[in-house]
């Protein structure tokens, strides 16, 4: 029941996050923003977040997912009922720090929440069940958004995504989410040091895949919308190539759960690195709304099954009780590259175009593959 809850939680929340990132960058767009600007913009998402993503992961580990989960779901319903009221470019800055930072925490506090239900042979298949949730969202999110810019605009899209933020706080606070929580001494405290978590080689080895997966994820969601615009597609189009992305992160992550105990973690992790790179390769050389929905469907079906297993290799590698740190510390290299590569490959595109900005990101891929082919 706990971890029902949760992945329903889940949903709500990311469905307001994902929806509110496509509509920042495209509402942004409209009022004629450099991508530069957009990048900037989106990059706020995650930059806040960067900061204190580790200490959020040890709060959590002390008291529990719930009061975070609060916390930030009303972070996210605050920045969207702001953007809602005060509808300028200038606003968005300060909107993209808010939900970006209140998105961080609950991200935090539930993946804490499925790492530490059940037993430890349990941890693969709740992290499936998890990241099912998020493909959900991460489907409804951009297709709801896209067809409520073309219907309602960018204001009322706003209000509209501020609705399912409004139930997942409703639910939180009507119900108790209990988690096991580590009793931290000063003494014990003082010894959780980064360093710690960097020295354990398996586990740095998880966190270089997961960044460059995580930095391919964000650059498509990011350029999406760029690429789709210079192209002539619709706001609806545009949403329809990412709900495409979401709809195959939710098929096999819905197929996931029943088979993940027969998975071989590592190839599955390599071959998506590869599958990526070369999708990514291809996408700016194709205009054809057809072919886009397609590539965006291979491409999540690469990608979709690769969090959950990341999840469940990074909470088996790390010390006892240091779960949610870990988690935090992952956040913060995802973060990094949420805050990064907008910025660099925003001014790259600006510079160069798209096609650079796709092919710096597949090579980078497929370095890595070769890497963490590596016994």
């Not at 942004?28 to 580790?54: K, R």
């Not at 992290?127 to 309602?152: C, E, N, R, T």
């Amino acid at each position: 029941m706990n971890l029902r809850l949760v992945v329903l939680l889940t949903v709500l929340v990311h469905l307001a996050f994902a929806g509110c990132r496509v509509t920042l960058s495209l509402f942004a767009i409209s009022l004629e923003a450099s991508p530069f600007t957009v990048g900037a913009l989106i990059s706020l998402l995650a930059i806040l977040p960067m900061l204190f993503s580790v200490y959020a992961g040890r709060v959590i580990d002390r008291i529990g997912a719930r009061k975070p989960m609060i916390a930030g779901a009303g972070a996210v319903l605050a920045g969207l009922l702001i953007a809602y009221a005060i509808p300028r470019l200038g606003t968005l800055f300060t909107v993209s720090a808010l939900v970006g930072s209140g998105f961080m925490l609950f991200h935090i506090a539930v993946n804490h929440a499925a790492g530490v239900t059940g037993d430890v042979e349990d941890r693969a298949r709740n992290f499936s069940l998890l990241a099912l949730g998020f493909s959900i969202s991460g489907f409804l999110g951009p297709v709801i958004s896209g067809f409520a810019i073309d219907g309602i605009g960018h204001r009322l899209t706003f209000l509209l995504l501020s609705a399912s933020a409004i139930v997942a706080l409703a639910v939180t606070l009507a119900n108790r989410i209990d988690t096991p929580r580590v009793e931290a001494t000063r003494r014990t405290a003082q010894r959780r040091r980064l360093a710690d978590l960097l020295a354990i080689p398996e586990l740095r080895r998880v966190l270089m895949v997961s960044a460059l997966l995580s930095m391919a994820w964000d650059l498509f969601t990011f350029v999406t919308p760029i690429h789709g615009s210079r192209i002539g597609l619709s706001a609806s189009a545009i949403g329809v190539i990412l709900g495409a992305f979401g709809a195959a992160i939710f098929a096999v992550r819905m197929v996931l759960p029943l088979v993940v105990h027969r998975l071989p973690e590592w190839k599955m992790l390599v071959g998506a690195m590869f599958t990526t790179g070369i999708v990514l390769s291809v996408f700016p050389l194709v205009e054809s709304l057809p072919i886009l929905i397609g590539l965006a469907f291979l491409l999540g079906a690469g990608l979709g099954g690769t969090q959950p297993m990341i999840m469940a290799l990074l909470y088996n590698r790390a010390p006892a009780g240091r779960g949610g740190e870990a988690v935090g510390l992952r956040t913060l290299l995802l973060n990094f590259s949420q805050a990064s590569i907008p910025l660099a490959f925003g001014a790259l595109g600006a510079a160069l175009g798209m096609m650079p900005v796709f092919w710096t990101m597949a090579i980078a891929l497929v370095t890595g593959g070769y890497y963490a082919r590596r016994p």
